[in-house]
Every structure is written in C-alpha cells, then in structure tokens.
C-alpha cells in the first residue's frame, strides 16, 4: 500500500455533470490538487447523455445554472425558460471553458473501483481505461438518473434496425424521416420525444404502460427584457431559491382548493394548466397533493383538457391515468404531447390490456400479435438513485461494500455520506434532494467543500459522518417520507427495478431542512466528524 504522502492527487471528483464542474472547481480554488473522471466523452452528464430529440428541462433554465459565481452567472444568456439538451449542453462547456476545468478532466474513464486504506487515509481508484488513482478525496458525483435501464423483456438483441435508450443516445442525430418508429415508455422522457418525431416518421406507435398527467410546460424563449432582469436580480433570485422548499422560484400557495367557489376554482385550474413546469405542484391550491378530494377535482379538469384534446374517446380514455392523482408519480411537462394523438401515423398500445411479449428481429410482439419497426426508442427509465454508486465498486473501511451497506435501501447523512467511508462522498446523491436538483447539489458541493477544506488545515487524515448523525437522517427520510405524495409505483422508491428493495430516495423534507442539517455540522466544527 502507498503511504499517504504517495497520493496522486488530493480530491478525486467522478462525474462532469451539473455537480462534479462545481465540486472540480471549488477544489481547484482551494488550492487543492484535483482531478475528474468521466465516463462519456463530453461534460454535461445528463445533458451529455440524454440527447434525443425533444429533450429539455422542466426547471427554468436560470434557476438550474450554476449561481455559486454572479460572473459566471452574468456570462450567459439562456435563450429558452426550459432550455433543451443543446443549450444545456453548450451551458456546461461555457462553464467548465469559463473556469479553466477542461485540462483536469479525463474522459472515456468509468469508475470500477475504489478502495479504501485506512492506514493513510486514502482511496485507490481504478477506472475503465485503466486509469489508478491515489487520492484522499474521493467525490461521487454520479448524479441519480445515470443508469439507464431496458424492460426485462426477451429478445431485445435481435431487432435488426435501429434502437436506442433516451439516456444512451447516440451523438451522430437518428433519422427518423420515413421510418416506422416504436417508443415504449410514456414517463417525462418518453413523452417529449414523442412529439419531437411524430412530424418526420411514417408511423409512431407508443407503448404505454401507466398514463402518466401530462400538461403543457409552457416554454418561451426570454427576451431582452427578461435578460435584464435576471442580470439585476441576481442576488435577489439566489435569495429566493436558497429559502424555497423545492429549489425552485415558485411561491406556495395558501388556499385550499375548496376554500373558493366553483366558478373561482374552473378558472383557477385554467390558469394552472398552462402555468409553467413545476408552478403546476408548488404553486397549486396549498391542499392539494395531501388532500385526496382537491387532487381528484384537479385531475378530474385535467381529465376533462386530455379528452377535449383527444379526438378519439378511446384513445383519450387509455390517455388518462387511473391509478395515481396529482404528482402520485413525477409529472412530466410536455409540448402538444395529446395533440400528437389526433395525427393518424400516431397510435397508442395499451401494454396493460396486450403486454409485450418479445422483442424479433423485425419488430415488437404484443398479446395481440406482431408490429414491424425500422426504430425503437427505449424511454424506459432508469435506477434512480443509488444505481450508480451502488456500481461502482465502492470498498470501505474493512472492505466494506457500499451496494452491502445499502442492500436494503441508502443510508447517508444528508444525501451526501455515509458511514464506514471515509473521505467519501455523493454530493446530488439519494436522500438529498426532492425538486430542482442542482440546489440541493450545490449546498451539498458547498458542504464538502467546506469540510475537506477544514480537514487539510486542521491536519486530519480522515473524515467520516458517525453513526448516530447518520441514523438521524435515515429516520427523518423515513418519517417524513409518509407525507410525500409519491406512491409505491414512483421510481422514487426503486420500484421500477427488479431486485430493488422498496425505499423512498429522496430528501422528503425540502431544502431548508438539509441546509439546516448541513449548517449544524458546519457549525459544530464538524463534531464527531474528524480522525
Ligand atoms: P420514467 O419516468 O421512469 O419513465 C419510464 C417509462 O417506461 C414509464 O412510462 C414506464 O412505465 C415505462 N416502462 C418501464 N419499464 C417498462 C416495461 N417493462 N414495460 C413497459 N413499460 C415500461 O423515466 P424517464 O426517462 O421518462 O424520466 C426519468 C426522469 O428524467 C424524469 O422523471 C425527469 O426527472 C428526468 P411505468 O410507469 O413503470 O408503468
């Protein structure tokens, strides 16, 4: 074993997505020696990955950006309120380019293990390239949608044309002109590529298991106007998004959905319907995600919009959701996504009356027999959570495994560490957060940063949560998970994956709570925290 002066670097950070720049660069700034791993060719993470067509943002663009820097911050111009994979793209290379990040990052390199040397306090890690790094830092930045995953369906391999996964698409652009395309799965991703290609195909068939309450995301570009006021509002609108639940400029609402009259209530839920993204659940009638009532009268409107929408009832009637209300599962927000339903090249299979049977090589075989394609798009979903940590050979202190310590679901504290790993930590990581993602990413960066900052100055080898810091989170996950509109089907609780046990992977108690949470740390001066 090297001794701890053999170090290679001091922070090791995995991952060049809307976390891992953040955290590279902190550690550059504090003087550290620092180096990012990437699996695919190009920063962005999931919007190096997710490049199919009609892939976009449903937070506002100006509130997902980095706001560590007002330099930063003022250096670009977000065309779109919900940028699309293209600028979010670019985005990330102005901000890796702007802050000088390019030349510390490998790519091609896939982290397969990491292993952890008590004696020195260090990590060795291995990546697919074959790549070994020494470093007393080692930061997960894996992000929670990072594994794509395939229905557990026979055949898959012998389709002969054309098939990929929303999360594994391709760089050089899939033609779709003139093609018979399938794409199964109707969650946030499968329903913004569905509208993306029905213009160009010769025929769209949608696979369908569970609808899901699709409404318009109400996108529009921002104009001059607009960019100004961002630019003069900065520190306005970090103060706003540092005291919201969610992590997002939506304000709560204080009504309840029968404290107005019927007539206040229909105009109410007009308003609602083309309000954009998340306004639709932060901004709604302050009852309605826990009162079972409120919910069904919004989605009974809702219900109402899909088949004034839909041309043919049946096809309307399988479009509506059944067995879950409002934001029971994560609501995606999508672009003349019903609409695309009254196209005739357009038709929808129903995988809850004819469930597939096989992938051939020509097409997809339902109960009801076989349909031929030239494209199958896979918009299946993914191991939300843990699925990257728990594959990346993470080895603790007594060789401890983390996909071990995590058999019946995560343990962290604050969605950022856990116990028995030292050194190690999942900044954007399960149990952390519940909304705008790069908020609670960037406290938890933030925590880190401050944390490993404290232990080199203060000459500690090693850092880890203790136990008891730990369980208080996982009781708190626990506890308030209850109140979490979420229900059992939501990949929020790992459910969409064979094998995965049953736990909720999300921050249930809002951002305050882990800032909170992270402050109290911080303030105790890491109590218990330092080896
Ligand atoms: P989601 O939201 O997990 O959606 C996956 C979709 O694929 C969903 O409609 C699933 O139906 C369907 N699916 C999954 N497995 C199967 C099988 N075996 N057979 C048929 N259909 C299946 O993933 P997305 O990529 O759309 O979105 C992920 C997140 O990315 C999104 O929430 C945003 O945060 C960004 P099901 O509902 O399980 O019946």
Redesign the pocket.
Known sequence: TKSSTDIDVDVLVVGAGVTGIEQLHRALEAGFSARLLEAGDGVGGVWYWNRYPGARLDSESYTYGYLFSEELFKGWEWQERFAGQPENERYFNYAVDTLNLRQHITFGARVTAAEFDESSGTWLVRASDGTEVRTRFLIAATGV?SIPVF???PGRNDFRGIQHH??LWPDDPVDFRGKRVAV???????VQVIPAVAGEVASLTV????P?WCTPLGNEPIDARQQAELKSGFEQLRETLDESVSGFLHQLQETNAFDVPEAERRAFYEKMWTSPGFSKVISHYADVLNDPTANADWCEFMSGKIREIVEDPATAEKLIPKDHGWAG??P?FTTDYFEVYNDPKVSLVD?RETP?TRVTESGIETTDGLREFDIIVW????DFGTGALNRMGIRGRDGLALEEYWSDGPHTFAGVMAHGFPNFFFPAGPHGAAGNNPRYGGDQVQFVDELIRYARDHEYTAVEVPEQVEDAWNRMVAEMSVYSSFGD?S?FYGT?IEGKPKAFLLNPAGRPKLREALGEVLESKYQGFLG
């Open positions: 949608l229905p557990n369906v929303t999360g199964i799965g109707t969650g946030s991703s499968g696979y369908q298991r569970t899901n599962k994560r995606p995988l597939i918009a299946s979903g993914f089907s990949y969409n």
